[in-house]
């Protein structure tokens, strides 16, 4: 299983991300998931990466059903011209009736066809909080360039009694992309801390969709927990103990 694609959000530094490529290069992390560049600086981001060793796997891309697709293509060629063919998106329905709502998100998604790439919907309220309403907006949506963004933790804060190994084996055939997240299981609780601290079982998640092919992007998005503050070592630490953990499960 170590074929996996291993991949760390930025913003699994916080307000640390200064040296954050520094240490993942020390680490021996190779892919990485950062915003989508601004217009005319993805060639200089890319560049950036590349110094250290790094890829984008993924990029994360703002996503307001209420402005017009349109504001998505600048975006779109950055992704391109990066050769990036995933972006993670956070879509809402909000005071939208579904049906538009969907009807919104296809127009991206044929937006996204066109330059190669795929979105992948965040496990988020009220779009894609679940297997269950994941898959009810992928039918409505109806378009192969919308997938769904599996957050192992998301689905313990937004839903009470719920496995991640069983919505992991509900959504399997929707998932473009997994962020790894732990978490105490509390409904509501912001409680991420590393990998192998909480109740996630990766080991299960990662089984279910190694055997369908799917091997990644894999991406940590380490949150932190409600109160903390750590220093630069510290939250290098948790990356670092993060990647300790899936590799003494054989996940990478």
């Known amino acids: 299983m170590a074929n996996n694609i291993i991949a760390v959000n930025i913003g699994s530094y916080r307000k640390h991300r200064e040296g954050a490529y520094a240490h993942l ?33 993924s990029l994360n891309c703002p996503c307001d059903l209420s402005q017009d697709p349109e504001t998505m293509r600048e975006k779109l060629e950055a992704g391109q011209a990066m050769g990036v063919p995933l972006f993670f998106i956070s879509a809402k329905a909000g005071d939208l009736p579904k049906p538009e709502a969907y009807r919104r998100l296809r127009a991206r998604a044929e937006l996204a066809g066109e330059y190669g790439i795929t979105l992948s919907l965040e496990t988020h309220p009220d779009l894609g909080e679940n297997a269950t309403e994941a898959r009810a907006t992928l039918l409505a949506v109806g378009h192969s360039n919308l997938r769904w963004n599996l957050d192992t933790a998301n689905l313990y804060y937004y839903n009470p009694n719920i496995d991640a190994v069983e919505e992991t084996r509900k959504g399997a055939d929707l998932i473009a992309s997994v962020h790894l997240k732990d978490t105490n299981g509390g409904y509501r609780c912001w409680w991420f801390p590393a ?34 503050e750590l220093d630069e070592a510290a939250t290098q630490a948790r990356v670092a103990k993060s990647l300790e953990h899936l590799k003494s499960l054989g996940l990478a």
């Open 25 to 57: 290069a020390r680490i021996g992390v190779r892919n990485v998931e950062i915003a989508v560049p601004a217009p005319g600086q993805a060639e200089g981001v890319r560049a950036q990466l590349a110094e250290h060793g790094l890829t984008a796997t």
């Open 195 to 228: 990998l192998g601290e909480g109740v996630v079982d990766f080991a299960g998640v990662f089984r279910l969709l190694n055997e369908r092919g799917f091997h990644g992007p894999f991406t940590f998005e380490l949150e932190g927990i409600q109160g903390e």
